[in-house]
Structure formats: structure tokens, C-alpha cells
């Protein structure tokens, strides 16, 4: 029997799989073994998983792009359904990176700052308003087919807007309200033995976002493949 | 007014577990009418609007070439429009715009600039003229309906495409739509477009096609004409329908059986 | 090019006897402007002098997004949006004309809301007018080609009124963004320089040249 799309995607989400595993103790043994901030204490430790979520929420729209992008030139469902599980999968991620945030801004800053307006976190938070709008246009659009096809309009449109988002906010942020929306020079200082924790947690959390999309995008298409029409078929599209 | 042929071949329309159209074979020269016939869900919308450019297969090859030219490259999608007058259940007029300002824009849309001449010929041929000026969304359902066919044709297309244009029309107004279509028909002569008629009733197939193409559940199932019209076949329009109440009845009996 | 143009003619007449999107954004904005003055406490004239670039831009953004919701309206009925996904040719044509028109519309609204705002704000508009006025001019062209996509694309849904400001507001944050920095220079007495426009014509090249290019994908059935 031939491959079919979901039998290949399925091999890559065992090699996949096979990675995360072995990098997830990983990552827990250099987090648990890493020093104790004198200042933040064990908040700090967030630290090392709010930024890596970054991977998942922008990568995550990026797929869903490029995958929306080669719906609409080549329009096959195998596209769309890889572009909806990056626009689920990044919406996981961004939503842990605006939950995990707060925490860490608390942390960081002391009592009262659950949130803070800095240049990351409000892109950040831009970015999902943009997640929760591709989801909406997927639910409210009348037709499968039309759905898929806005959606991947909107996926391209969003994209865009993320470098978009950046380039606005480091040109004009310093002269806005919330208090000077800057980027900052350091992420935050890296003081000794922080640096690999860092660095491991960057590599786990990719691959935790890879798995997490290739495993979404299996599902969906193996769906759809149980789906395909049989000879006793349905009727006419909806035309909305 | 440029002569298209177009040729489909294994036409599929789906998307997700709903397949509007599978493995549909076609084929309309320059000049021919062609009604598709069938069942609501049959899939007829779909492949017309194949046709008209609005949608494209999701498999499937769907070709339209100069009918004079068998070498020619394809037309390309956005080209192919431009030979295509397409008239709905809808009117696609303005209500604001009086019914001659209707007829320019929709000739700009094409990018064609009719003479004022060609205008009110077209308005008069189509009992509009007296009421050129008026705005369109002042009128009946009759007159809405001849300035839709009307619009439909000012940028002389080579293909006209109706999609159900009888839905919503009571019995005398439908006859009248007919003899009109009809009428227009027989005086192009020779320089007739080619027709395409999508509808449920097959009476106004036999009316206003000489060939039809049975649509069932997304399939070909049968291919009547004049031409091949033989007594125990008839090309007419009670065989037609015995025909889909045959196809009604063995969808029913699988779905029974299915759900067994 | 043509059909940009017949667009551009239809929906200006169209719009000249029927009125409703510049009545309907007109009203509204001045309905913005009044409840701003309800909703905060007695300011010196300077601390209102720097909110106003921000108040304009509000006004200004959500008057657009009710005006773009009504873009296709008129091609609701007889579902006249079809005709126009029959004309042959570059689609982008059309989003052009249609965005032309709302162009027109919707600057003439917010010029008759500046006089509005200028009065009632107490704000002196005058000083850098020509910068403010150019400024507010190039805004709209991001602001109406990312619109009128967006208004293509949920005009075809039963939630439509919900659906257009949920799409486009994400959109519309870099523009808000750019044009308040760069209305504060001129308003503020600064020359207009390129540098203020910078921002702003980089955001609505990109927004109309994709726009343009992915028409196509959404006047499809």
C-alpha cells in the first residue's frame, strides 16, 4: 500500500517524539540544578520558560501561513490542515507565554505588576488577539471550502503583521503610553549557571512546539482521509 | 464576440467529506446548448460555476480554447470571463443606478464601451427602454429579470450561463422568461452564443437545449439529445423527468439499505 | 484600470443618492467626539493638547471600521457581488476601485470631524494643518485596503457586524500607532519631514500591494 500523507507525517512524529522526550529531563535536571536568584527567588526560574514559548506562538502563525499560502496556490486539504494546527498549537503557547508573563513580570518587579506594558508581552499579546480573529473567520465563515480559503488570506495578512507589530513598536514605542514600550537592552541579566538551563530550555521547547504541531496535523488529516467522500457521497457544497 | 469551446474532464468540486461534483466529463462547442439537469444537490450549481469562472475544481482538468484554434494555449481563468454572460436567481443589478447606468457599468466591468446606439437597441430589445432611466430598484420582478439577461449579454459574450433562472417565478412569468430566452436564441442565427441552462425542471431543459447532461449525486448519469432522440428515448421532457424520478427512487433504496 | 474606475464612479454614485455610509460615519464620529468630553475630569489646556492626536486617531479609526463594514453593501442585494466576481481580468482592479471610493468617503468624514473635534476639544488644528492633512490622507490608504479586503471577506458571513472590527482592529494597531506619533509632531507645530511619513507609507505599501494580490482568493464562490 502507498504511503499515505498521514503515514509520513507519522514517521516525523516519532523521530519527533523520540527527541522531546529525551530533552525534557534534561531541561528539568539543569532547571531544578541551576542557582537561586538572591533577588527573585524561585519566581525567576520562570525565566527559563516564558521566552522559549516564543518559538511556538510566532512559529506557530508562520506555519500557518505557509501552509495557507500553499492552500490557496495548490488547494489541497493536506495545506489546510496543517495551518489549522499551527493556528492551534500557536494559540496553546502564545495563551502559556501571556499566562506565564504576569508571573514572571511579578517576579521580576514585585507586587502589584502582574502585568507590565514591555515591547514582548504586548506583542505578545497582539499576537493572540490576531490567533483569536483567524478563529473566529474559521467559525464564522459559511462553507468549508471558503473558510479555508479566508483563513489562509488572513494567515498571510497576519504574518506580516508581526514584523510589523516590531518594526512600529521600536520606531515609536519610546514616545508611547504605556510607559515607554522599548525593547530593553538584555532580556534580563543572565547571571552564572543560567545560561545553559537557557539555552536547553530554547531547544526542548522547539521541539515540544514541533511535536505538539506535527501531532495536531496528523490528526487532522488523518480525519480527513477517514472522511473522503465514498461512492455514497453527500450533497452540494454550501455556498454561504 | 470570440468563439470558446470548453472540455472538462474528470471534474471533482470537494472539500472535507461533501463531494459536489466527481469524475464529470464535458464537452459544449461554440454555439451549442446544453442543459444540466437534476436533483437539488445534484451538483449542477457547482460545475456551472465552475464554468463561469467563480470556483475552481478541486481535480480535474477544465479547459477553454478558441473554438477555430484546436492548438491554441487554454485560456486562463481571468480571460475566460470575459466570453462569459451569467445570469442567477439573483438579478445582480444595482437598485440606485437607473437601468442604463446599469447596462454601462456592467459593460465597463468588462471593459467594453457600448455606443449609445447599441444601448438603447438593447434596452429596446428587451421592452426597457421607456424605462431606461428609472432606478432599477424601482422595478417589478418581470422587468428586474429581463435588464438581469439584459446585463448579462451587453458585453457580448460567446458562452451565457442560467442558473436556475425560473426559481421564484410563477407559472405565466416563467413561460415568458422561456419564450424570451428562446426568442433571443433564434435571432442571433448563426453568430449564436453557446448555453449553458442549469435547472430542475425538464420542461425548460427541452425548451431551451438540445442536449442535457443528468446530474446525479455529483455524477454523470446520462447524457440525453435531440439528436440521439429515438422512441424509446425521447428527447422530451416526460422522459426526462422519469429518468430523475428513477435516480430519486435508487438513492432512496441505497440510503434505506445503508441504514440497515 | 477601467474597472477600477467604473468602481470608483458606481460607489461615489451610488453613495451621493443614498448618503448612508458618510451619514452613518459622520454621526458616529461626532458621537465619539461628544462622549469623550463626558468621560474625563477638567485638564489644562496642555495635558488636552497632547491627548488629542489620540482621541482624533480613535475617532477616526472606529468611524472607519463601521464605514468599511457598509463597503459591500449595496452588492448584498441581488447579490450583485457576484457580477463582480465575473469580471475578467486582474480582480485587484476591483479591490482598487473599491478602496478608491471608501478613500473619498471616508476623508471626508474626518475632515468634517476635525472641525468638530477642533471645536469642541478646544485644540487648535490649524498649526501644521498641511502635515496633519497628508498624514491622515496616507493613514487611509492602509486603513481602506486592509478594510475593504476584510469587509470582502465578512460580508459573506451571517456575523458580519462582529466579525469586520474582530479582523481588522489587530490590523489597524501599527497604522493607529505610526499615525498618532507622527499627528503629534505636526500638530505640535513640526514641519512635516519625511521621517513622520516614513512609517506610514511603508505600512500602506505593503497593506495595498498584498491586498491587491490576494483579491483574487476572495471573490471566488
Known sequence: MNPTPADRIGLTLRVLGWITLVLLPVWAWTVINSPIDSVQGIMQKILYVHPPLAYGAYLGFVATAIAGALFLFKGREVHDQLAIAGAEVGTLFCTLMLITGPIWARGAWGPGNWWVWDARLTLTLLLWFVYLAYSLLRSFTEGDERAARFASVYGILGVVLIPLNYWIIDLVGGAMHPDNLQFEENDSSLGEGMGLPFLVGNLTLFFVFAYLLVLRWRVGVLRVEADAPSNAGEGELQHG | ?260 | ?221
Open chain 3, 1 to 221: 484600470m477601467n474597472v477600477a474606475l467604473a468602481l470608483l464612479w458606481k460607489d461615489l454614485a451610488t453613495e451621493w443618492r443614498s448618503r448612508d455610509r458618510v451619514v452613518a460615519m459622520t454621526v458616529f464620529s461626532f458621537l465619539v467626539v461628544v462622549v469623550f468630553q463626558f468621560a474625563w475630569p477638567r485638564m489644562e489646556p496642555e495635558e488636552i493638547a497632547r491627548l488629542a492626536p489620540g482621541v482624533l486617531w480613535v475617532t477616526y479609526v472606529f468611524a472607519a471600521v463601521i464605514g468599511l463594514g457598509r463597503t459591500f453593501a449595496t452588492e448584498l442585494e441581488n447579490d450583485a457581488m457576484t457580477a463582480l466576481a465575473l469580471a475578467p481580468g486582474t480582480r485587484g482592479w476591483i479591490f482598487l476601485g473599491k478602496a478608491a471610493a471608501t478613500w473619498v468617503l471616508i476623508s471626508l468624514v474626518q475632515a468634517m470631524t476635525a472641525v468638530v473635534f477642533a471645536l469642541f476639544m478646544r485644540v487648535d488644528l490649524l498649526t501644521g494643518l498641511a502635515g496633519t492633512a497628508s498624514i491622515v490622507g496616507l493613514a487611509n490608504v492602509a486603513i481602506c485596503s486592509i478594510g475593504t479586503l476584510l469587509s470582502a471577506m465578512s460580508v459573506r458571513s451571517r456575523f458580519r457586524e462582529v466579525l469586520l472590527p474582530v479582523l481588522l482592529i489587530p490590523t489597524l494597531i501599527p497604522v493607529l500607532a505610526a499615525a498618532v506619533h507622527s499627528t503629534t509632531a505636526t500638530m505640535g507645530g513640526e514641519a512635516l519631514t519625511l521621517t513622520l511619513l516614513q512609517p506610514l507609507i511603508v505600512i500602506g505599501g505593503i497593506y495595498s500591494i498584498l491586498c491587491f494580490l490576494l483579491f483574487d482568493f476572495v471573490l471566488d464562490e
Open chain 2, 1 to 260: 464576440m470570440k468563439k470558446v469551446r470548453l472540455r472538462g474532464q474528470a471534474i471533482e468540486k470537494r472539500y472535507g467529506r461533501v463531494a459536489a461534483l466527481r469524475r464529470v466529463d464535458f464537452e459544449i462547442e461554440a454555439g451549442e446548448s446544453l442543459a444540466l439537469l437534476g436533483a437539488n444537490g445534484a451538483g449542477k450549481s457547482s460545475l456551472l460555476k465552475i464554468l463561469a469562472g467563480l470556483s475552481r475544481p478541486s481535480g480535474g482538468t477544465f479547459e477553454a480554447r478558441p473554438q477555430d484554434e484546436p492548438d491554441a494555449e487554454p485560456l486562463k481563468r481571468d480571460a475566460l470571463r470575459a466570453s462569459i454572460g451569467y445570469v442567477g436567481h439573483a438579478t445582480l443589478v444595482y437598485g440606485e443606478l437607473s437601468a442604463r447606468e446599469n447596462l454601462i457599468f456592467a459593460a465597463r466591468l468588462h471593459n467594453k464601451r457600448p455606443t449609445r446606439e447599441a444601448l438603447d437597441q438593447l434596452l429596446d430589445d428587451f421592452a426597457l427602454l421607456d424605462v431606461a432611466e428609472r432606478r432599477a430598484g424601482t422595478f417589478s420582478r418581470g422587468m428586474a429579470q429581463r435588464l438581469s439577461i439584459a446585463r448579462s449579454i451587453v458585453h457580448e459574450p460567446s458562452l451565457l450561463l442560467l442558473d436556475e433562472p425560473f426559481t421564484g417565478l410563477d407559472e405565466l412569468s416563467a413561460e415568458r422568461l422561456s419564450e424570451r430566452l428562446q426568442a433571443q436564441r433564434k435571432s442571433e442565427g448563426d453568430e449564436k452564443r453557446s448555453l449553458v441552462v442549469v435547472t430542475h425542471d425538464p420542461r425548460r431543459a427541452v425548451e431551451l437545449a438540445d442536449r442535457a447532461l443528468i446530474l446525479h449525486r455529483g455524477e454523470v448519469r446520462g447524457t440525453p439529445s435531440r439528436e440521439a432522440s429515438t422512441s424509446d428515448t425521447p428527447y422530451e421532457a416526460d422522459a426526462l423527468r422519469a429518468r430523475l424520478s428513477e435516480l430519486a427512487r435508487e438513492s432512496e433504496a441505497a440510503a434505506r439499505a445503508g441504514a440497515a
